[in-house]
């Protein structure tokens, strides 16, 4: 279905197509000079930038004022505030152009982001829906700059570019780790045929889950160029821990079962997709135990309403997902299977460990080992 193009018209058609950058503001003063200064020196000049001021109360209006004043592609909206989603829904409703961006605005984008994305996506026929790159995650970033740290996402070490559009039951690893809905541009039409929106949760609300589902699980081309470009300020050692709220402790569990609603409205039936969605379950529940502990009623709550909503043979028959959660996944649920560990774990283990390894380094993952441990950095 898809081919090549001849290079003479992949320039001419990349050269025409408008990308709608939206950066959806709360707040984001001590950033905001570099997020918009990041999308304003992009070497692909084709854009409109929809600035969301999403009723800040600090000087974030200012700051996005002052960068309108100097480049004409910038448009402000000043709304009250109504959360994450609504400001990027409000956005898409702006948004004229035929592919839609996101840069959230405590992050920044590399020059060649938006060039390269489309000129690899314009050498094939056939209109392409999403087109993914990995990230960058920023560390330690309220260090100084000799003290920061920058290292690869898991996706950069786990597919390579590919040489053709797939849909996601090709590479369901895609939606394992973390959402980064934000290192992917979206054919516009594409969200609206699709009827595709974030919900309106309040604040930030963790609405990326449900729109990484509703994209890539409806999308039947994607491509991934496997250069990374989006600059992304990751969670700070311990900025997670001890939640002050049980709506808080339970989000990631009330996020998770958001996802696989969207899977069963969309009908999504490839056992592969819905393994991949049970793993990154396990791993939300990990962090859970970790930040809340392993005890916290509200954690065991959640714990049990997301194995409820398992399919057991999937998890039981999963090479990914360890003999240690399968017999919690058991226990939990009153189920009376044998669980033992098999060669074919072992070595899917042995593989993680070592893409660990090239993705982090082994001073990263030593570190990352001593604060599980510790607490500590």
């Keep these: 279905m898809f081919a090549r193009c001849e290079g003479g018209k992949m320039q001419a058609t990349q050269a025409n197509q408008l990308v709608s950058v939206i950066v959806p503001i709360y707040n984001a003063e001590k950033y905001l000079d570099q997020c918009l200064s990041s999308i304003g020196e992009q070497t692909y000049s084709n854009l409109e930038i929809i600035c969301i001021n999403d009723g800040s109360t600090d000087d974030s209006i200012a700051i996005v004022a002052k960068h309108a004043a100097l480049d004409d592609r910038i448009r402000i909206i000043d709304k009250e505030n109504a959360g994450y989603g609504a400001g990027c829904n409000r956005g898409m409703d702006e948004a004229h152009g035929e592919w839609l961006a996101i840069v959230e605005p405590d992050d920044w984008i590399e020059p060649g982001m938006y060039a390269d994305m489309l000129s690899f996506a314009s050498t094939y026929d056939g209109a392409i829906d999403v087109i993914k790159t990995p990230w960058w995650n920023i560390n330690d970033w309220d260090r100084s700059d000799s003290e920061q740290t920058r290292t690869r996402c898991p996706l950069t070490v786990r597919m390579g570019a590919s040489f053709g559009p797939f849909a996601l039951s090709e590479h369901p690893v895609l939606i394992e780790h973390h959402p980064a809905i934000w290192s992917a541009i979206y054919r516009l039409d594409f969200l609206r045929e699709h009827h595709i929106r ?37 969670d700070l050692p311990g900025s997670t821990r001890n939640h002050a709220t049980n709506a808080a402790i339970r989000l990631p569990f009330d996020r998770w079962l958001d996802m696989l609603g969207c899977m069963q409205r969309i009908d999504v039936r490839d056992s592969a997709i819905i393994e991949s969605h049970y793993i990154r379950g396990f791993r939300y529940l990990d962090g859970a135990m970790y930040d809340d502990g392993a005890d916290n009623p509200v954690v065991l709550e959640g714990m049990r309403s997301m194995f409820s909503a398992m399919d057991k043979d999937i998890v039981l028959s999963s090479v990914k997902i360890s003999p240690k959660h399968k017999r919690l996944f058991c226990e939990t649920l009153g189920l009376d299977a044998r669980v033992t560990s098999s060669l074919a774990h072992a070595a899917y283990t042995a593989r993680e460990f070592w893409l660990s390894l090239r993705t982090l380094g082994a001073c990263g993952v030593a570190k990352r080992a001593r604060f599980k441990l510790t607490g500590r950095r």
Excluded: H, K, M
């Design 198 to 234: 974030f919900p309106e949760y309040p604040g930030a609300g963790w609405a990326d889950n449900p729109f990484l589902i509703d994209t890539l699980c409806q999308a039947e081309s994607i491509v991934y160029l496997n250069n990374a470009y989006y600059c992304y300020r990751a």
